[in-house]
């Protein structure tokens, strides 16, 4: 029956298993740099926030002046 290897297991080669391995170690890799990613994104989510409250608060503070100015000057 020449090639045929009837009553053999079949078994995985080392490049295949390594190969193999290289593409678990890319996925945890990839998995764990998402996560990062994530957190960054939260983070800056968050920067965000507070920049935006601080931008309000010169805002609100500039037009307080102002009518406090015009207020003074009217009476």
Known sequence: MGDQRFGFESFDCAP?????????????????????????????ERLERRLW?????????ILAQAVQSILSVAP
């Not at 409250?53 to 503070?61: C, I, K, Q, R």
């Open 16 to 44: 295949g298993l390594r190969l193999e391995a290289h593409e678990r170690v890319a996925k945890l890799q990839f998995d764990g740099l998402n996560r990062r990613l994530d957190k960054i994104e939260l983070l800056i």
């Open 53 to 61: 409250l601080a931008v309000y608060g010169v805002v609100g503070v």
